[in-house]
């Protein structure tokens, strides 16, 4: 799966335009490099998002292509 359309569909950024544009950006790293939103997202891979100030650190547990809202925790875990 795409990595924007794994952040928004694991809910980490709320739309997919947002995570395309902060992947153009650079502000988010796949296993300790640049990612860009194409890069194909797999199990155990670390994802790193910068939102300004802030930074989140999760790790992918679960790939899938729709999940229900109380469900999208459960596609990663938080590393920070």
Known sequence: MRLDKYL???RLIKRRTVAND????????????????????KVN???????????????VTRVAETVKKDDAADMYESLV
């Open 8 to 10: 928004k569909v694991s």
């Open 22 to 41: 902060a992947c153009d950006a650079g502000r988010v790293m796949v296993n300790g490099k640049v990612a860009r939103a194409s890069y194909d997202v």
């Open 45 to 59: 891979d670390v994802i790193e998002i910068t939102f300004g100030n802030r930074t989140d650190k999760v790790k």
